[in-house]
C-alpha cells in the first residue's frame, strides 16, 4: 500500500520530501518529452493537409524554396551548418542524418518559415494553387466510413495504453519518501488524464473534436509507434510473470 502525502500548515516539510518532489517533476518533463512524439496541440484543417500533402510532393517544395536537390535525392539540410548534403527527400518525407530533422512537406516548409503548420498548409496551398474542394456525396460517405474506422483504431490503442498507465500508477508508485521514482509511475502521472480526455473525446466529442484527435494519432505515424510500445510492455509484462 503506498503512501498518500498531503501538503500541511502544522509542520514544515522536510528536505527530503522537497528532493523528492523536485526529482518526480524531472521524471514528468522526461516523460513529457519522450511521449511529445505522441502528442501535438496543433489544431490541423485536416482536408487541407491532406490534398496538399497528395499534391505537393518533397522535391517539390524544396526545389520551389531554393533548396539544390542533388544526387540521390540528397540536398544540404537547412536547419543545420551543412556543408555536405545530409538531407535526404524521400518520396512522402523528409530525413537529415546529420541533426535528426524530419517530416512531411508541411513540416518542411513550417520550419523553413518558421510557420505553425496550418500556416504552412496555407502557404503551400497558395504557392502551388492548390485550393481546398468539397467533396462530392460518394466522398463523404466514404470518408465518413474510412474516419469511423481509424476512430475506433485509436480508441482501442490508446485504452490499452491508458491501462498500462492504471497498472503503472498503482503499482510502481514509491512505497517509502526515500524510494526513488519509478519512470513508469512518473509517466503514468504525467499522461493519465490527457489520454483519459482523448478517450472521452472520441467517445462523445463531436465529428470535428474526434476527427482533431485522429489526425493528432496519425501525425508521424504516433499511433503505430504507440501501438507498437503497447504490444512491447505487455510481451515484456507476460514473460517476467
Known amino acids: 500500500m503506498g503512501y498518500v ?20 517533476g524531472q521524471e514528468r518533463h522526461r516523460a513529457e518529452r519522450q511521449l511529445s512524439k ?3 496541440k496543433e489544431e490541423t484543417n485536416i482536408n487541407l493537409f491532406a490534398q496538399i500533402k497528395t499534391a505537393v510532393s518533397i522535391k517539390e517544395a524544396a526545389e520551389h524554396y531554393g533548396l539544390k536537390i542533388g544526387r540521390g535525392n540528397m ?14 527527400l524521400n518520396e512522402d518525407y523528409f530525413y537529415c542524418f546529420g541533426c535528426g530533422a524530419t517530416g512531411d512537406v508541411i513540416d518542411l516548409v513550417a520550419r523553413l518559415f518558421h510557420l505553425p503548420p496550418a500556416e504552412a498548409a496555407k502557404r503551400l496551398a497558395e504557392d502551388f494553387g492548390v485550393a481546398e474542394q468539397k467533396p462530392s456525396v460518394l466522398a463523404r460517405l466514404k470518408r465518413g466510413k474510412t474516419q469511423m474506422e481509424a476512430e475506433r483504431h485509436s480508441f482501442r490503442v490508446l485504452r490499452d495504453y491508458f491501462g498500462i498507465l492504471q497498472d503503472w500508477k498503482e503499482h510502481c508508485a514509491p512505497q517509502l519518501p526515500e524510494d526513488p521514482i519509478d519512470p513508469r509511475y512518473a509517466e ?13 473525446i472520441l467517445i462523445s466529442g463531436t465529428p470535428q473534436e474526434r476527427g482533431s484527435v485522429v489526425a493528432d494519432m496519425q ?3 504516433r499511433l503505430g509507434l504507440m501501438e507498437e510500445r503497447n504490444r512491447q510492455i505487455k510481451e515484456d509484462a507476460h514473460e517476467q510473470s
Open 5 to 24: 502525502f498531503r501538503r500541511s500548515t502544522a509542520f514544515r516539510v522536510s528536505r527530503r520530501t522537497k528532493r523528492r518532489g523536485e526529482i518526480l
Open 75 to 88: 540536398v544540404c539540410c537547412p536547419f543545420h551548418a551543412d556543408r555536405t548534403p545530409s538531407m535526404k
Open 38 to 40: 505522441y502528442f501535438s
Open 188 to 200: 503514468a502521472c504525467h499522461m493519465l488524464d490527457r489520454i483519459g480526455n482523448m478517450l472521452d
Open 219 to 221: 501525425k508521424d505515424n
